[in-house]
């Protein structure tokens, strides 16, 4: 083998050796740089799946705000309507009771009340109050019954309290405690009949 060829062989040898040594330095960055490229797209999807999932629970949470403030407001609505009816029932309530007070049947009830106070007392004293509207059947009712009356400074609507003071009992027969009581009381039941 003369010298030009043993280079020539030489050359092709040492080519050979460094397109092989290439390669296997450009398989081995392309094989680095797809391991990067899927990481990075690994967490790129992971990085998309939380903030999807983050955006859900904040549009829910938004959601659920909106959804109570609007059930809170409709709740305001309704008593506030419901407060309004209740007062225009109670109105209408006491403008019967004053109807009713005209009657002789309320003239019985006040006789009745009295007779049971003065009965109750017993031999105790009894203070026994008539509302001031009343007074004008003051001496009807004091005849009839044989009670002496007191004419109370306080308005109680109508009816009859009594007070037997030895045994700190107070009997309350008048409209305005029974007015009040039921206003207290008084619900408005939904269609389905929950309050």
Request: glycine share 4%; hydrophobic share 35%; net charge negative.
């Amino acid at each position: 083998m003369t010298l030009e060829e043993k280079l020539a062989h030489l050359q092709s040898n040492s080519m050979e050796q460094a397109r092989a040594e290439g390669n296997a330095i450009i398989d081995s960055h392309r094989e680095a740089l797809e391991k990067i490229l899927e990481d990075h797209k690994a967490e790129a999807r992971h990085q998309a799946e939380t903030r999807v999932k983050a955006e859900t629970t904040n549009a829910k949470l938004t959601l659920n705000q909106a959804t109570a403030k609007a059930q809170l407001e409709i709740k305001r609505r309704q008593g506030k309507v419901q407060q309004e009816l209740k007062d225009k029932v109670f109105d209408e309530a006491k403008s019967l009771v004053h109807d009713y007070m005209q009657t002789e049947a309320y003239n019985d009830f006040l006789l009745e009340c009295i007779r049971q106070a003065v009965k109750y007392a017993g031999s105790d004293p009894v203070v026994i109050y008539i509302n001031p509207s009343d007074e004008a059947k003051k001496s009807a009712l004091e005849e009839k019954t044989g009670a002496a009356l007191t004419v109370s400074r306080e308005d109680f609507i109508g009816g009859v309290r009594a007070v037997i003071r030895s045994r700190n009992i107070l009997m309350d027969n008048s409209f305005k405690t029974q007015l009040d009581n039921e206003y207290d009381r008084f619900l408005f039941l939904g269609g389905d009949g929950i309050a």
